[in-house]
């Protein structure tokens, strides 16, 4: 006669089963926890437990309502309906929702022209851009947004900027001065 342990409740001995976990990324559960779910499966052959037994699951969570922002339904990282689980199978699952390219944000930088130290409101010029919900609040700048060579025609010159050297990105919502002077 042989004996076999059994950590939990059941009473069918651990040899026999095996604990599979499901994850969940860019969102939750439709319970809406986010932390990882288990599932505790017996591993049978014709029938009668066996260490080289199959088992299917059947405590899949439900999953794909709750996307995070800038998310939407996603998928498995494989096909759950046709897992079949053994000892030596992959035992973690995960649920990856999928980025919504269509929830989008507007970030701007404005760049404002001075003359003679008056601001020139006419001269100014905002630059909009619609980016991914979650991507950071910067943007690079387009050389092409700001005039440093002859904004106000001949007879006016560049004086300085601020900030004094013009930089690569932007937060959104920065702003951008350029001076120019009478020559």
Known sequence: VYYATSADEDDIPDKYQVTVTYKVKNGSWDDETTNDKTERVTLKKDGKLSEDGTATLSDVPNVGLKPAKGYKAGSWSTEMDKVVISKDSAKEFTYTYAKNADDTKTLSYKVEYYLDGKHQKDHDNTVQKKVWVNDPNTLQVEDESINTT??????????????????????????IKVYYATS
């Open 150 to 175: 002859n904004e106000f025609g001949e007879g006016y010159v560049l004086d300085y900027t601020e900030p004094a050297d013009i930089p690569d990105t932007v937060n959104n919502g920065d702003v």
